[in-house]
């Protein structure tokens, strides 16, 4: 049988509304530094010095531009030689069939073509996207996330989440307003 009955709904974490973006960062740093780890911010824009408090790491984004970069360079290059020395051979003017330097604009294009397609891609998976729907969106008042305020939330998942120490937590560092969020 399961610890949750079906009828209870199941908390997604606790959802402080702040009305300034200094008071969200603070609490977002003082919330780090209290051991809280899952954690997610929501702003109408973005704020300097936030993800450091929330404990973001570095993006793997770079790596995966990368190596489509490379793929793309290899492609282009495996392709035009494939094409003038094994599939199509022409001897033109001397020259010998695989020229290199005749190579350069089409590979410059495929590296950008695909560096640009994994970039996009890539972000779309490291950022879970597209995402019809997240729990923090039936907040009442997360509408103004993207107006005029600022919010922090602090997900079940945390190893340290206790509904009562986090919402005295919040009231602490000046939340204007606690609500629960439900899955």
Known sequence: MSSNPMHLPRVYGLLAEFERPEELVEAARRAREAGYRRMDA???FPIHGLSDALGFGRTKLPLVVLAGGLIGCAT?????????????????GGRPLASWPSFIPITFELTVLFAAVFAVLGMLGMNGL???YHPVFNAPRFAFASRDRFFLCIEAKDPLFNERSIRAF???VGAREVVEVEE
């Open 130 to 132: 597209p995402m019809p």
């Open 76 to 92: 282009a290059l495996g392709m035009q030689w494939f094409s003038t020395t094994i599939h199509y051979p022409i001897n033109v």
């Open 170 to 172: 919040f009231e602490s």
């Open 42 to 44: 929501y702003t109408p």
